[in-house]
């Protein structure tokens, strides 16, 4: 048997590895009985020796091993581990046994390993796994294989520093005075660790997760920060010096004008990492330091999240459902930017998606890709905004239009048509909070009358960490926080605290440790307040009554607030107070 460690195997396990290999088809008797003699006088690894002299590939070893051994085999070569996958067993042990995580399915986590035989390796895992509550699923996989997942644990910073080490060097022999020929220096040679510096930055920032990459630049450094969960983290600082290169590189990926650093400039690009197929929608703004970039990461590859994991319950979801059956009208979703809005269109969309029914959207970008839905994108650069595609959409005889944003007068008028035409619209707008949406429509020059008569539901949310599932315990509540939060659950239906006992507050929060990045979060949910539009509510819009008026009625009938709604997602432990008060504090 080949190990990972430099030990030989025994003599009986080895025959009896061989003989299977014969007995199952893997190789021929007589090519054992090459390699046996080869064996004995190289004293080399039985299985090495049948990759070395082409017997056998490497993948094809691996097969007959995890045969052999009654495992599952796995090729990890074109697998994408997840960063928080990895961080679960440390990099000094992955290294050392030559094993590598690479799925985790509730509390079971498969493990690939090289060598089975190996009982401190197999020992280690059963300690792992029992410090952690995790069932341990071996499979068998080639060392390539391991060693491919391995690599991509490779410090972000390590990577990067080679590559300025790489171009420091060839900077200091560009000034030598030998050097004669300085311009006959094949320039993608110069490029080449920039270019590595670039590719590290991307494919770290979408294996973390990341929604977003910021590229900063100030008087001495250039700063990389990445958006996990809505937070943003310094990820590396680099030299001065390599900003322009940078820049460049990042505008000829996005087919946008190198020479110019005057102008903001946008543009998309697309890269494969792993399994994820990924769009990144790129914004460059000139500084006074130079320009900043920021880079939106869209996940092709992703699909919209339900209803429910999205975190819309009780009451409100009933509320959701409903005017979903209904065959025209105006849904709402309000809003600040980066809060999870289009995602929830996503979600409804995914509901409504049949063959029996024409979908046309209208975005800006296309950020989920929902096979049976037409969607289209705007290009303000040649005329097509949300106005001008939206009067083309209605000629598509579509049943459900999803315009991406609306952003003026004209567009809220042909929404609003469109509605009362028999047609189910679907857009986003702008407000602190559901009833905002109102207001705003009318500050916009809409005729409260026209708005009675179109919009079925309106909307809010906002996006909150959750609890890391890993490190959360419960806290101990001081009189004072008790008090505030039973000050917001009063008048919130029973209906929202389905599995709660409303009378016995627990409230939870993350320590920290390494599947969470010591943040104590893994992942965002939503917080919402829905308000349909009932006949008291059209009402009070219809006499142009206060927000205030219209909130008080909306209580009545059983919506909650945005914060209301967040302290029962702290009751059930999915966030924490600091969370709420972060993102509902206006």
Known sequence: MDTPIKTSPTPAASLGFEKFLVD?????????????????KTGQDFGQLLISQKALDEEDLAKAKAAFFNLPYTDLRQFSVPPQVLALIPSESVNFYNFVPFELTGRNLKVAITNPTNLSALEALEFLGQKQNLQVQLYLASETSVGVVIGKKQNLKKVVGEALKDIQTKETASLKPAETK?????????EAPIIKIVEVILTNAIEANASDIHIEPSEKDVRVRYRIDGILHTSLMLPKSVQPSIVTRIKILSNL??????LPQDGRFHMEVGKKSVDLRVSILPLIYGEKIVMRILDKSTKAPTLDQLGVRGRALTWVNDNLKKTHGIFLITGPTGSGKSTTLYSILSILNTTSVNIVTLEDPVEYFIEGVNQSQINPDIGLTFSAGLRSILRQDPNIVMVGEIRDKETAELAVQAALTGHLVFSTLHTNNAIGAIPRLIDMGMEPFLLVASINVVGAQRLVRKICGYCR????????VEEVIQKELIGIPDD?????????IKVFKGEGCEKCGHTGYSGRMGIFEVLPTTIEIQDLILGKNSAHKIYEEAQKIGMISLKQDGMVKVLRGDTSIEEIIRVTTE
């Open 257 to 262: 004008k190198i020479d110019e650093s005057r």
């Open 473 to 480: 315990k419960e806290v101990v509540l001081t009189k004072a």
């Open 182 to 190: 300085k311009e006959q220096k094949p320039a993608v040679i110069e």
């Open 24 to 40: 199952n088809g893997f190789i021929k008797s007589q090519i054992a009985a090459q390699i046996q003699v080869l064996q004995q």
């Open 496 to 504: 929202y605290f389905e599995g709660l006992d409303r009378k016995k």
